[in-house]
Nanobody, 126 residues
Framework: QVQLVESGGGLVQTGDSLRLSCAAS????????MGWFRQSPGKERVFVAA????????RYADVVKGRFTISRDNAKNIMYLQMSSLKPEDTAVYYC???????????????????WGKGALVTVSS
């Protein structure tokens, strides 16, 4: 069992930066691949970024590539999403996710996620 809690969301302006954190419970954090998804009002939840158990392999959705950075600290059981050059279209609820398999050439699907956090709202004003 893994429990995930996001923090760091908020209201920012276009071009600002923001860092989300995902704190995980349990001693098996380092055995899980981790990622971030987001969901805008009226839209489906979509993949944003992911990394493998060690954090040395990452993957990003094209729309955030070059602006977002995913990382993890297994000693602290925390994953991060550093977001920069934020745009209004980045406005969404951001969800932390834990899953079994990470592939650097494949966007993990919603149905493949084993555990979800409750989400953190990020609002980017124009």
């Amino acid at each position: 069992q893994v429990q995930l809690v996001e923090s760091g969301g908020g209201l920012v302006q276009t071009g600002d930066s923001l860092r989300l954190s995902c704190a995980a419970s349990g001693r098996t954090f380092s055995s899980w691949a981790m990622g971030w998804f987001r969901q805008s009002p009226g839209k489906e939840r979509v993949f944003v970024a992911a990394l493998n158990w060690s954090g040395d392999s990452t993957r990003y959705a094209d729309v955030v590539k070059g602006r977002f950075t995913i990382s993890r600290d297994n000693a602290k059981n925390i994953m991060y999403l550093q977001m920069s050059s934020l745009k209004p279209e980045d406005t969404a609820v951001y969800y932390c996710a834990a899953f079994v398999n990470f592939y650097d050439d494949y966007d993990v699907l919603v149905d493949e996620v084993n555990y979800w956090g409750k989400g953190a709202l990020v609002t980017v004003s124009s």
